[in-house]
């Protein structure tokens, strides 16, 4: 399982587009730094090499490491077996809290991903799907409508097992588990 976290703004990614000549597009923007903070995490079956998306959103908040190992905790009872996770050596991924997900699930191991290698996480690749494509130049009405848009697309993305495997093929992390299953 590799694990990430990111926050999506109320005001828009503005992004190039097209329009007619003389009619420059206007995004109207609140000034509010107003969030959503999401937490996915990417499984990778070892039986049935089936691709899985688990995700959480937090309106207005951060995902610290309760949050962290709270969405851990609830994976546990979706995942059988031993599970690993991979994620950053963010500070959300430290502390009692992690300690206390460690020793109450014994099958549970975590491991780190080297720093600054963001490019080896295959959910950074979910995130630019997110937030370079799909919300680009997105206006929404207040925070209620930008979660319910990013929930619509984790969804879309998670019942779309080719977009799942391209997060993993656009990544150096897929050549490490092919070599590791050779």
């Known amino acids: 399982m590799l694990i990430d976290e990111t926050g999506v703004l109320l005001n828009p990614l503005v992004r190039r587009t097209l329009a007619p000549c003389g009619d420059t ?3 109207p923007r609140t000034g509010s730094r107003k969030k959503i903070s999401v937490i996915a995490g990417l499984s990778l ?5 089936q691709l ?13 490491n309760d949050g ?3 969405f851990v905790r609830d994976l546990l009872r979706h995942l059988r077996g031993n599970v690993i996770v991979v994620w950053d050596n963010g500070p959300m991924h430290k502390g009692d809290p992690i300690r206390e997900l460690l020793a109450d699930y014994p099958r549970l191991t975590l491991e780190n991903l080297p720093p600054y290698a ?4 295959p959910v950074e690749q979910l995130w630019n799907h ?4 799909q919300l ?3 206006v929404p009405q207040d925070l209620e409508q930008l979660g319910d848009r990013v929930i619509e697309i984790l969804v879309e993305a998670k019942f779309n097992p080719a977009r ?12 490490a588990i092919r070599t590791l299953d050779t």
């Open 45 to 49: 079956s070892p039986v049935s090499h």
């Open 164 to 175: 799942l495997q391209s997060c993993y093929n656009n990544t150096p992390l897929i050549d």
């Open 52 to 64: 899985g998306l688990y995700f959480q959103t937090v309106p207005n908040s951060y995902i610290n």
């Open 118 to 121: 963001p490019e080896l996480n």
């Open 130 to 133: 997110l937030k370079v494509g």
């Open 136 to 138: 680009a130049n997105y």
């Open 25 to 27: 597009p206007l995004l």
């Open 68 to 70: 962290a190992a709270a």
